[in-house]
């Protein structure tokens, strides 16, 4: 990182890492691990036997995620996990349990209604009434044809996602632009994760800069993602699941990680609760206790 001077790293003896159950070896310099944080120094400098023999296991990190470790540590910067390509019986599989799962909309002449659609639709010749179509109260209301009328207030799933999108202090990063998954086909669980275990593994050896640079980069992409009519919901169950099964609270104050994912899901809940996986995630008590909570904020 740029607050270590390069001659000390330098300087430097290496450090070495068994990454992951085939215990891959990975080197660093000892003195950059060890100004990462007061964990990291006790297991470079202490008196543990790794310390004296320079090197230690970490059989539960991939080694993907410490790979991205070891650019953030050189760099402050890394980059997230690819996105790739669904294959079909994924994609077919993800379809059928879409249609089984959840409850079709309304439909008007064999089409079904989008809600994020807006309030009417254009002008048919075949049926004139078609433009008096209506998705959502609110909106009508919002975009009533009455002169003079008042535009209706957003609705507390609105204001909530509003409060999402400023949770995170994007400021160091202001300049960063996130673009949105516009691919359904394209699995993102990857890149969601990738950021999530290196959170896992800042929160563990107290690195507040990776920690606060992960959930900032996870913050901007969940901004942006596109569930696609629930084809990406399986994407964030996974990383739900993944996170509350790796991270904890601490005391009365909420693991932020967590924190920020139960307001996502109670945002999008409507379009999560049919699959299948989320489902099965929401039997943990710690994230169903968390969404509940947010859901309950929602309707207040």
Known sequence: MASVPYEIIAASKPFRFLVGPDKKEFSMHAELVARMSKPL?????GEWKESKERFTEWPDVDE??????????????????????????????????????????????GERIIEEASAYDEPSPEDPWDTLRITKKSKARKYSPYPG??????????????????????????????????????????????????????????????????????????????????????????????????????GDEPDKLRSLLATYVACNIEEMWPNVYFQDVLESADASKAIIGELLRRLN
Request: hydrophobic content about 30%; charged content about 25%; some cysteine.
């Open 149 to 250: 009328e008042s535009p209706s207030p957003p609705s507390n799933k609105d204001i909530m996602w509003r409060k999402f999108q400023e949770e995170i202090n994007d400021e160091p990063d202001r300049r960063v632009k996130e673009t949105s998954n516009t691919d359904p086909s394209k699995n993102y669980s990857e890149v969601l994760l990738s950021h999530a275990r290196l959170y896992a593994l800042a929160d563990c050896y107290d690195i507040d800069t990776l920690m606060g640079l992960s959930i900032r980069k996870l913050h901007r992409t969940l901004k942006v993602f596109n569930l696609h009519k629930g084809a990406r919901v399986t994407d964030v169950a996974q990383l739900v699941d993944y996170s509350y099964k790796n991270t904890m609270n601490k």
């Open 41 to 45: 120094w006790t297991l470079v400098n």
């Open 64 to 109: 993907g995620t410490f790979v991205r470790f070891c650019e953030f540590a050189y760099t402050g910067d890394y980059k997230a996990a690819e996105p790739f390509e669904d294959t079909p019986e994924v994609l077919n599989g993800e379809k059928s349990s879409e249609a089984t799962a959840s409850t079709p909309g309304p439909t008007v002449n």
